[in-house]
């Protein structure tokens, strides 16, 4: 699913002359003075295009219009989709400026193949979570009690939310007879089979459990059985306006990227 963003915005900075009356005022004047040109200066310009993994999706989607705000003279384009699809895309000439993965192992493949430009950056972390039907009909409480459900839904084996998914079952020593198992092409697919009412159960993202609401119930697992998924993000070789990537990377990373992200509720990097 592309996202594309292509508002503009315009910002009058209204200069005004205070006359102090003591000495410490001019401190004051030349705070204010770097503060609006902090938050005036626009030096992103012209389009980009973000590959992201599909668990960024509501946090990237407020994090593109933030930075647009902020850079009028900027589109974002967003494309998502599992992060192995994305690579894949990417290894195979499909046009995108920068790729944010929901592991390392995929932004690896296209460090290998000198497809990134620079060293990728590590920007955020999550955690799974099993959820359930709302009220949770079927008493689930722990990841042992999946292996007995009719239907679990779990991210295909090849994407990270699925290899995440093996390691913690793997970890707990549960396994789900494959009969009972629906594979998601994503986290969005595997979340949707929940809240579509195809699936008891699946294990997803804490990200995308928040950002499903009462459509489904939460059944925390606990750190020690958990596995920490790390986001690394960073503009490709091939893309046509680096500039304006390195920028939108710059603002995924700085406090207010951070904010965002962490309001849906990523974790930061280590």
């Known amino acids: 699913m592309r996202k594309v963003f292509k508002t503009g915005f315009l910002f009058v900075v209204v200069a005004g002359l205070v006359l102090a009356a003591c000495g410490g005022d001019d401190d004051d004047d030349s705070n204010a003075e770097s503060d609006a040109t902090t938050t005036t200066v626009a030096g992103a310009t012209g389009a980009i295009t973000v590959s992201a993994a599909a668990s960024l999706t509501e946090a990237f989607t407020e994090i593109g219009t933030d930075f647009q705000k902020a850079n009028p003279d900027a589109t974002v384009t967003f494309n998502f989709g599992s992060s192995g699809a994305l690579a894949t895309q990417i290894q195979e000439g499909a046009p995108a400026d920068t790729f944010a993965s929901a592991d390392e192992a995929n932004m690896d493949k296209l460090t290998s193949a000198n497809l990134v430009d620079g060293e990728p950056v590590v920007f955020a972390t999550n955690k799974l979570v099993i959820v359930t039907k709302p009220d949770n009909p079927k008493d689930v409480k722990t990841l042992a009690d999946l292996a007995d459900l009719p239907v679990v839904s779990l991210c295909a084996d090849t994407v990270p939310c699925g290899k995440y998914a093996a390691q913690i079952l793997s970890t707990a020593g549960v396994t789900i007879p494959e009969s009972n198992v629906t594979r998601g092409q994503d986290v969005k697919a595997t ?26 119930e939460a059944v925390t697992i606990p750190d020690a059985q958990n596995a920490s998924a790390t986001y690394p993000i960073a503009t490709l070789t091939a893309s046509t306006n680096k500039e304006t990537s390195n920028a939108f990377i710059d603002y995924v990373t700085s406090s207010a990227g951070q904010a965002t992200l962490s309001s849906f509720g990523f974790l930061p990097a280590p």
């Not at 089979?193 to 159960?201: E, F, K, L, R």
């Open 191 to 216: 979340l949707a089979a929940v809240t579509t009412g195809d699936a008891d159960a699946a294990i997803v993202y804490v990200t995308d459990a928040m950002s499903a609401g009462g459509a489904v």
